[in-house]
């Protein structure tokens, strides 16, 4: 099984903004309907440092972890857990996690934006069906184009 997808946009900001707009901006451009409270969502984002949580606040401050920064090196990259299972629920063990990995590199005036998601075996027997649906045209090619659409 292949254990990883890779996606890349290129965008009309230098990396320092598109980094800033990936990390710091992530509930202005992650889709509603990707998260656990849907509309109801009050916020969904990741603290801008290592180690910080990446989180959703739902309905009257209801907080739910989705994963933890693991790498932080602005404004050339990041990394983060993916701490949630095939079925969308919470997984709270990071040993059970996949990983997504962002790079911006500068391009002229622009910067590409390239993600790699890696890891899906931990997530266990729906490993495969889990990588094929994030590489789908639902998963992060319609994540990273709602960025790209934000970013220019």
């Not at 989705?66 to 969308?88: C, E, K, L, N, S």
Request: with cysteine; aromatic share 12%; charged share 20%.
């Amino acid at each position: 099984m292949q254990d990883e997808t890779v996606h890349a946009v290129t965008v009309g900001l230098p990396p320092g903004a598109a980094f800033r707009l990936f990390t710091e901006g992530f509930g202005r451009w992650w889709p509603r309907d990707y998260t656990w409270a849907g509309e109801a969502c009050q916020d969904i984002g990741m603290e801008p440092r290592l180690h910080g949580a990446c989180r959703e606040i739902g309905p009257l401050g209801f907080r739910c972890d989705w994963g933890r920064v693991i790498a932080w090196d602005p404004p050339r990259h990041v990394a983060f857990t993916w701490q949630v299972g095939f079925d969308r629920t919470p997984q709270p063990d990071p040993d059970r996690a996949s990983e997504v990995e962002v790079s911006f590199t500068p391009q002229g005036a622009r910067t590409e934006v390239l993600l790699r998601h890696h890891g899906f075996s931990r997530h266990g027997a729906d490993a495969e069906a889990y990588r094929d649906g994030m590489a789908g045209p639902h998963g992060w090619p319609l994540i990273l184009a709602r960025f790209a659409a934000l970013a220019g």
